[in-house]
Nanobody, 131 residues
Framework: QVQLVESGGGLVQAGGSLRLSCVASGRTFSGRTFSNYALGWFRQAPGKERDIVAAIGWTGLTTYYTDSVKGRFTISRDNAKNTVYLQMNSLKPEDTAVYYC???????????????????WGQGTQVTVSS
């Protein structure tokens, strides 16, 4: 089994920055490990669906960002630390949500956008941006 634990959320003023981290532990039954995973960050605001924010392929060379965060957020991964990051700059009140990291353990070179394609999820971390 794979466990994902997010951290780094909190309360920040508009224009501020936060860095979310997600540490993975364990391995799949097939023996795949973190370096094989495609990874994503999603967010869910109250009363809304869980939407993709950013994703990164297993090589780390390709990334995807939803339009509303392009130029402000950066996804990265450190395979040596089994960690995926989401650097969030120039935060806006509309970025307020619970942020989840997700892992697709059948590796994909290209970033994976669909939530249904991910196998494991973290518990989420709250990000609140005040105006």
């Amino acid at each position: 089994q794979v466990q994902l634990v997010e951290s780094g959320g909190g309360l920040v003023q508009a224009g501020g920055s936060l860095r979310l981290s997600c540490v993975a532990s364990g391995r799949t039954f097939s023996g795949r490990t973190f370096s094989n995973y495609a990874l994503g960050w999603f967010r869910q605001a109250p009363g809304k669906e869980r939407d993709i924010v950013a994703a990164i392929g297993w090589t780390g060379l390709t990334t995807y960002y939803t339009d509303s965060v392009k130029g402000r957020f950066t996804i990265s991964r450190d395979n040596a630390k089994n960690t995926v990051y989401l650097q969030m700059n120039s935060l806006k009140p509309e970025d307020t949500a619970v942020y989840y990291c997700a892992a697709r353990t059948v590796g994909a070179t290209d970033p994976v956008v669909a939530a249904a394609s991910y196998d494991y999820w973290g518990q989420g971390t709250q990000v609140t941006v005040s105006s």
